[in-house]
């Protein structure tokens, strides 16, 4: 299986008026065609940026993005147009990616229209039905606007809106996140469904760990800008090395009565992205922080096979 994507130490970084905020801070990893990436972490910690990096909607700060074998780092407006027929979004919040003033119909056939991929309106319309039927969106909402459409109907226009030009790579930004639970499903199981028939990549961002150990085959935990744990989904709920991932897997739910509490609770404050230092960015809400933690970065360290994490005293902690 090939490697589609791969970003090799990749930064994006914001000047504001207190100083450069760190979004994402040398992120690398690779995502195998077909296969689905999980980027999970609280909010903040830099992972919509990541996605929004690897597209070209924000520019990098340093770092290199291949993508089928070829560095589209830095790349003209003509190269990124034609990038984009191949790499495409599922925004977070539909209706605030989506034109009030433009029809279903309109929005999903858009693409097809700036790319010139029809002969003819009836050919194009012809598309965008054949689109909205793989989506599962009834053909009597062609001609209807996106506020009369609920939550998970406007989040189906989103995924048409990227299916339609037959991309190699979506980015899906939290697709599920505004969704109530069962339609929180139809929208997972379209994905793989749609996923296995045109051998999709994804680059799944989301904060609900429930759903990404539900769709994705590896996972890359991020904190404040950086990647601090990856590894194959099995492999991180079965073992979790670094402390942040330990905390974020026990704060899963259990569907249990009387199931015991065995959540970390984290403590002291979020070490500020802003002009930061060398050092582990997690240390100050870190219950097994040394000195050294607070004065030197840590590497990513592979400790078993395609398992990375960046911690000190990881083999200490667990025991290796």
Avoid: W
């Avoid at 999980?38 to 291949?66: F, W």
């Avoid at 760990?209 to 904190?223: A, G, Q, R």
């Avoid at 997690?282 to 004065?295: D, I, L, Q």
């Amino acid at each position: 299986m090939a490697e589609i994507l791969r970003v090799e130490n990749l930064k994006k970084h914001f000047n504001t008026r207190k100083g450069v905020l760190h979004a994402v801070d040398g992120v690398t990893f690779g995502v195998q065609e077909g296969q689905t990436l999980g980027i999970v972490g609280e909010s903040g910690c830099g992972k919509s940026t990541l996605g929004r990096v690897i597209l070209h909607l924000h520019e990098k700060t340093a770092g290199k993005i291949i993508f089928n074998g070829e560095d589209i780092s830095d790349v003209s407006q003509a190269k990124l147009k034609k990038l984009r027929e191949d790499m495409q979004i599922i925004f977070q919040d539909p209706y605030a990616s989506l034109n009030p003033r433009m029809t279903v119909g309109d929005i999903i056939g858009e693409p097809l229209k700036i790319y010139k991929k029809c002969d003819s309106k009836e050919a194009l319309q012809k598309k965008v039905r054949e689109t909205m039927d793989v989506v599962g969106l009834a053909e009597r909402t062609f001609h209807l606007y996106p506020h009369e459409l609920d939550g998970g109907r406007r989040q189906r226009m989103g995924t048409a809106r990227a299916l339609i030009l037959d991309p190699k790579l979506i980015v899906c930004d939290e697709p599920v996140s505004a969704l109530d639970v069962s339609i929180q499903a139809q929208i997972l199981n379209l994905m793989m469904d749609l996923q296995k028939e045109r051998n999709l990549t994804y680059l799944f961002i989301t904060h609900n760990l429930s759903v990404v150990k539900h769709i994705s085959d590896d996972i890359t935990v991020m904190y404040l800008g950086q990647m601090v744990e990856k590894a194959k989904s099995s492999e991180i709920f079965a073992h979790q090395y670094h402390p942040y991932t330990k905390a974020l897997i026990s704060a899963i739910p259990l569907p249990k009565f009387n199931a015991p509490d065995n959540q970390i609770i984290l403590k002291g404050e979020i070490t500020s992205p802003i002009n930061v230092t060398k050092s582990c960015r997690f240390a100050p809400r870190c219950n097994y922080a040394k000195p050294e933690c607070f004065h030197s970065e840590p590497a990513l360290e592979e400790i078993s096979k395609d398992h990375f994490v960046k911690c000190h005293f990881v083999r200490e902690i667990n025991g290796l």
